[in-house]
């Protein structure tokens, strides 16, 4: 075997594509991504064995320190078979010196590898776990940085993940009622599905979330290369949800005439009278939502954006921003189902939701919120490994986070 410090776009893509769990975290076009939108510099290594076939490969993302030093991250990393432990070795082995070559303090990594299957609350059951797949990085060298349930690491330790392998009713039956409902509500304001293609749209979008639920987006030049390097391949879609305001109102003000007159009638039974009168209610306030934008947008408004990401075999539904209209319309839960919809006829193998926390009761910012949202859609609960840090200078390890805040002050 030969550790390769730069495999070949061609040479990557090829092993990449053939690997089923392969995390689009870890693909080419994400590199390239974090490249142009971030600045990092993306390395694109592997192993190669004595037939000079890829058996292993990795994106490492290379960020520069003060001092002429650096460190490497590799995002849900790395694209191997874990289990074939003299591969794992050697390639560890490949790396430690890659990150002397590099003069790189350490290398970052969080496996998108499940721990251990776990229950609604977070809890470990008995069932299937990848423990020995842990033994292996503590055995090898890598240090762990904890069971952290929020979001304190790069990514997600926790996610929902929808599993596509069996028929499509049995997938959305598996979707709560509620959730469903609120799909139901949506097709009543007779929104409009499309893929988009504007990149302008969905920013504006994710900034009018940020501002109102407090993080900080990326720039558009971050989505617009996102958008560019994941589109070459096909494996990226911009999933629109477009609202007509006139139509609303002409459909509202005709259903709430008619139910009025059929209360004035005393045509609604008596048992299905309070149902009819918050439906007034509700007919009502959407008028009076929607009415200030009925002659802004004759050609419609897009009030909902989602930006997903494929491999091969799966799908994971990234960027997400909407305004007010389309909260008022269920245009998220809508994307969602969208989204979820859009992997079935594909033949994934899954729809992942992209995140979620391990402790789904905590009372940080609007997380549990967020989690019982995703909860709904019936997916699978995953608990992953976690972060690992492969140490290169020990001294340097310990004393960046200080060096990094110092540097940050004098750049203030």
């Known amino acids: 075997m030969k550790f390769i410090n730069n495999l070949t776009e061609k040479e990557y893509k090829k092993f990449f594509t053939s690997q089923k769990d392969a995390h689009f975290l870890q693909s080419y076009e994400w590199g390239q991504t974090q490249k142009d939108g971030r600045g990092l510099i993306p390395y694109y290594v592997g192993v190669k064995d004595n037939q000079n076939k890829v058996i292993a490969c990795a994106l490492l993302l290379k960020r520069k320190t003060p001092l002429s030093m650096c460190y490497f991250y590799a995002p849900r990393g790395f694209v191997l078979d874990y289990h074939n432990q003299e591969l794992f070795a050697f390639f560890t082995e490949g790396l430690k010196k890659f990150l002397k070559e590099e003069k790189a303090i350490y290398l970052k990594v969080d496996p998108g590898v499940k721990y251990q299957d776990i229950n609604e609350n977070g809890e470990r059951i008995n069932g299937e776990n990848n423990h020995d797949i842990f033994a292996s990085f503590i055995k090898l060298g890598f ?10 690491g790069n990514q997600p330790r926790y996610t929902i ?25 949506s097709y009543s304001y007779e929104l409009e599905i499309e893929e988009g293609h504007n990149i302008d749209i969905m920013h504006d979008l994710i900034l009018n979330n ?34 007509y305001p006139d139509k609303i109102i002409k459909k509202d003000k005709e259903e709430l005439e008619d139910l009025q007159a059929k209360i004035a009638a005393g045509e609604i039974k008596k048992k299905n009278l309070a149902d009819a009168k918050d439906r007034i209610k509700r007919l009502e306030k959407d008028l009076e939502i929607f009415t200030p934008y009925e002659k802004q947008y004759p050609d419609g408004k897009i009030v909902c954006c989602a930006g997903i990401a494929y491999t091969d075999y799966a799908s994971w539904l990234l960027y997400l ?9 269920f245009a998220v839960n809508r994307s969602y189902y969208e989204a979820l919809n ?27 919120g967020l ?21 290169n200078k020990p001294f340097w390890y310990k004393v960046l986070p200080t060096l990094l805040k110092v540097y940050r ?3 203030k």
């Open 143 to 152: 240090i762990h940085k904890g069971f952290y349930k929020l979001y304190e």
């Open 161 to 185: 993940r929808v599993h596509l392998n069996k028929d499509k009713e049995e997938i959305i039956g598996n979707i709560s009622k509620t959730y469903m409902n609120t799909i139901k509500r």
């Open 321 to 329: 921003g909407n305004d007010a209209l389309g909260e008022r319309c």
């Open 409 to 411: 002050k004098l750049r």
């Open 210 to 243: 940020a501002q109102k639920d407090g993080f900080k987006a990326y720039s558009y030049d971050y989505y617009r290369s996102f958008y560019k390097h994941f589109q070459k391949e096909g494996h990226v879609k911009l999933l629109n949800v477009r609202l």
């Open 342 to 368: 859009d992997a079935i006829n594909k033949k994934l193998d899954f729809f992942d939701l992209f995140g979620t926390v391990g402790d789904p009761k905590t009372t940080y910012k609007k997380l549990a």
């Open 371 to 391: 989690h019982e949202f995703k909860r709904k859609f019936g997916g699978e609960y995953i608990e992953f490994l976690g972060e690992f840090d492969l140490v």
